[in-house]
């Protein structure tokens, strides 16, 4: 119910005040687990995500934000999930599995925190270890603009045009667990290059 009616009332928002453009949505299944992987350049990001999809998603975020009993309820309902450290452990893997069990998809942004200016960051290979464990695609998400609308340091969001891509699904299930550093630092690589080429 919280989750549904945010949603609605984020469409409302968005529809008024950004010029959204939404390309490969053909690309996201319909159905079944998978890792939407995004850069990341303002906190409109997971909002957007989550208008342009119907379906009902999770994400990773930071526990600090986590900072009132407020917030950790309305987080957790819209399918929030603190992360105390950069750190794959027990407990988030747990998570995690609750969620792909369920055939729920998840937001990840590699990076690990926002880049305003729109450069892309170091790419963190908790995404694509779990990716691996799971036997879930990822999919490479693009997304353009909406530091314009909700930059750092901005209070209220203002019009913007926007633009979020959904690229083709990666499976990296060839890899069955084993991996070496540089087949880790290959995939991570390929999963940047989807998501900056366009």
Do not use: C
């Amino acid at each position: 119910m919280v989750y549904r009616l945010s949603i609605l009332i984020l469409k409302i928002i968005f529809f008024f005040l950004l010029d959204i453009n939404v390309k490969g949505k053909e690309n996201v299944p319909s159905e079944g687990a998978a890792i939407l992987a995004s850069n990341h350049i303002s906190l409109m990001d997971a909002p957007l995500i989550a208008v342009t999809i119907n379906r009902r998603l999770s994400a990773y975020a930071k526990k600090s934000v986590f900072n009132s009993r407020l917030k950790l309820w309305y987080l957790k309902s819209m399918g929030g999930i603190p992360v105390q450290t950069e750190k794959i452990n027990r407990e988030l893997i747990t998570k995690t599995k609750q969620i792909f069990d369920s055939g729920k998809m998840l937001i990840v942004f590699p990076e690990g925190k926002i880049y305003h200016n729109g450069e892309p960051g170091e790419f963190k290979d908790g995404f694509l270890r779990i990716a691996v464990q799971f036997k879930v695609p990822i999919i490479p998400v693009t997304i353009k603009g909406t530091e314009k609308s909700l930059g750092k340091g901005q209070k209220f969001p203002r019009p913007a045009k926007v633009e979020i891509i959904y690229g083709e699904p990666l499976k990296f299930n060839n890899v069955d667990g084993r991996f070496t550093k540089e087949e880790i630092q290959q995939a991570i690589d390929e999963v940047k290059k989807r998501i900056q080429k366009t």
